[in-house]
């Protein structure tokens, strides 16, 4: 029997990573948003404002991290912004109105950033290019653990603990995350070199390989900011970082104060988004390892837009159970093809900066989207018109990963040529 390529045990060491920095430290605000917004008596402009904050911290993380990583390493990287994003989830806990809990989940931001782009990055290092998709997808798969948890748990807890119960929420969140920290800290390895292997998927050291052309592009780190298919990539990460948020962070609130739906079916349908997310990266992963990243990526979009459309006009239980559920299923599509597309165009060693500009787009579109979000709903007082313009802007975001499709077909059809 053939031995267990440790890069598959150090795989579950970043799904771990990812539960932690996004499935408890981000995605877990949308569940506990709607109790800790009642708690601190907000109004939508203060909950978008507070949401906005932990992509500010995000934005602010991903635009530094890859420097900090080629200086000092990606376990150590990891680790301190676990430990980082712990301490923004007990801060916020423990708010006692909109300055602290704005600064909680600042800091929560900044952990969540740090972890997880290194995290990813370390999955270019252990996995080869044929199975990097599938690699990011299955890792990815932790932030739909981490909304499955809370969206049992949390209304749980805030049950129990009555009004204190959303602080209970992120106190037991956080010691979670700190657990994440310590097991990483003990057993992550952050190359294969380390352990004398090769990354999975590769049968042979690059070193015994002759030179040849390769598919993808060698970059320099500077050449990362000068380079056009990723500034396409990253306005493509700009309308789903909108987009998605929408959807992610105000569904519960939107099931429970627009449809008035009871706190613990609220908290059912979005863990069914959880369960319905945790194969979606990893399905749209490898799907688009065989059949070309944007070409994927411009499906997903599709039916991301459709399902939120539908959602909008929707507000029978369950056939919101079946559109989020569809939802689910590619909700972590995008950020796995995008993630193993900056792997493809650039080195190994430079993808932590790669990603990590590409991901500012992201970070800006998360950043602008509870606060317009926020506004829009106090102005209107429904979800109907955020819900539709994050569907159209999904849509534009399938069409521009279908335009690059066509782009990046005829570049390699003339380069086949020439």
Not at 295 to 315: D, E, G, N, P, R
Request: aromatic fraction near 14%; hydrophobic fraction near 55%.
């Amino acid at each position: 029997m053939e031995k267990l390529h440790k890069g598959w045990v150090m795989l579950v060491f970043v799904m771990l990573t990812v539960i932690a920095c996004l499935g408890f430290g981000r995605f877990s605000f949308g569940a506990i948003l709607p109790f800790m917004k009642a708690g601190l008596a907000f109004d939508y402009r203060q909950a978008g404002a507070i949401g906005s904050s932990i992509f500010l911290g995000y934005l602010i993380s991903v635009t530094l991290v890859g420097y900090v990583v080629i200086r000092f390493g990606a376990k150590k990287v990891i680790v301190l912004s676990l430990l980082l994003t712990a301490a923004g989830m007990f801060l916020t806990g423990r708010a006692p109105g909109f300055g602290i809990a704005y600064l909680g989940c600042l800091i929560m931001g900044l952990g969540t950033g740090g972890a997880n782009l290194p995290a990813m990055g370390l999955i270019s290092r252990w996995f080869a290019p044929v199975k990097k998709g599938m690699a990011m997808g299955i890792a990815m798969s932790g932030s739909g653990f981490g909304i499955v948890f809370s969206g049992f748990v949390v209304p749980r807890l805030v049950a129990l603990g009555q009004e204190d119960g959303w602080r209970t929420s992120w106190f037991v969140l956080a010691t979670l995350v700190v657990v994440v920290a310590v097991i990483n800290l003990l057993f992550l390895k952050s190359s294969p070199e380390q352990l004398g292997l090769l990354p999975v998927g590769q049968a042979v050291s690059l070193e015994q390989v002759p030179e040849k052309p390769i598919a993808a592009k060698k970059t320099s780190q500077h050449s990362i900011y000068k380079n056009p298919l990723i500034w396409r990539m990253g306005f493509i990460y700009f309308l789903w970082g909108f987009s998605y948020l929408v959807f992610s962070t105000f569904l519960v609130d939107y099931l429970i104060n627009d449809l008035s739906f009871a706190n613990e079916l609220a908290g059912k349908l979005f863990a069914i988004v959880g369960f319905a997310s945790i194969l979606s990266g990893f399905i749209w992963g490898a799907i688009s390892d065989r059949l070309g990243r944007f070409l994927v990526l411009a499906v997903v979009f599709c039916v991301q837009a459709s399902m939120l459309a539908a959602l909008s006009f929707t507000k029978n239980p369950g056939i919101i159970a079946l559109e989020i559920a569809v939802y689910g299923i590619t909700l972590w599509g995008v950020p796995a093809i995008m993630t193993a597309s900056i792997a493809d165009v650039t080195e190994t060693k430079y993808f932590t900066v790669a990603i990590g500009f590409v991901t500012i787009f992201f970070s800006v579109g998360q950043f602008i989207s509870p606060y317009l979000t926020g506004f829009i709903i106090e102005s209107t007082g429904k979800y109907l018109v955020a819900f539709l313009v994050s569907a159209g802007l999904s849509l534009v975001g399938g069409f521009s990963a279908l335009l690059l499709h066509a782009t990046r077909r005829r570049a390699v059809k003339a380069s086949n040529d020439s």
